[in-house]
């Protein structure tokens, strides 16, 4: 099935249209604001929702388009991914959605978090980074020798990983929120390995620090 693409209302850039967002293979839900980034870099979306109280530009013709409630619990960012959820995404990019307001990147990463837990493989590109959450499992990085990579818990008090090709490894050691001495490790491999015994792990990956 298509990897499910979610641009938010974040500011973007062209270069986050190319890379990891693959058109012919992506079905394409701007949430809001994120018409106005999808229209200006020449992405027509498959759907678009929201209530509509950022976006400058209105939905093109033709385009599904579902209005939600200006009061409501979830914001539009998540909205959209529970309608793609039910839509039978299962594997997600979600685009435009760090920078700008703070609390709406905090939520926007706990979408990945939900994201997880419903079974589904997310991540997020923008704003010079890619952040990924896993609550087990491996995540393996190819080909990005020398990039930057941090490691928290996340909606947990610890998590317990396991680095492989990276500058500081380790072996099944606990990370506490309390005390974030997972930034700024390095990649040393050319198929470097983050493996999550427990808890759930925000892991991001920055290339051009």
Not at 110 to 118: D, E, K, S, V
Not at 137 to 147: E, F, K, P, Q
């Amino acid at each position: 099935m298509k990897r499910c693409v979610i641009i938010g209302s974040a500011s973007c850039r062209e270069s986050d249209f190319t890379g990891e967002f693959d058109r012919k293979n992506s079905f394409v839900v701007c949430a809001d604001g994120g018409l106005d980034s999808a229209l200006r870099y020449g992405v027509t979306p498959d759907l678009v929702v929201g209530d509509f109280d950022s976006a400058q530009s209105a939905p093109p013709e033709n385009v599904e388009t579902i209005r939600l409630k200006r009061e409501k619990d979830d914001t539009d960012t998540m909205a959209a991914v529970k309608i793609a959820i039910r839509r039978g995404f299962r594997d997600f990019l979600l685009l435009g959605v760090l920078g700008g307001r703070i609390d709406h990147s905090i939520a926007n990463l706990y979408i990945l978090q939900f994201l997880a837990g419903q079974g589904c493989r997310a991540m997020i590109s923008g704003d010079g980074c890619r952040v990924f959450l896993l609550n087990g499992g491996r995540l393996t990085l190819s080909g990005i020798v020398g990039a930057t990579v941090s490691v928290f818990p996340f909606g947990v008090s610890s998590c317990t990983v396991s680095y492989e090709g990276l500058k500081y490894p380790l072996t099944e050691t606990r990370l506490c929120a309390s005390q974030p001495i997972g930034v700024s490790n390095v990649v040393v491999d050319e198929n470097a390995k983050i493996t999550v015994h427990g808890g759930n792990a925000l892991i991001i990956v920055l290339e051009n620090v």
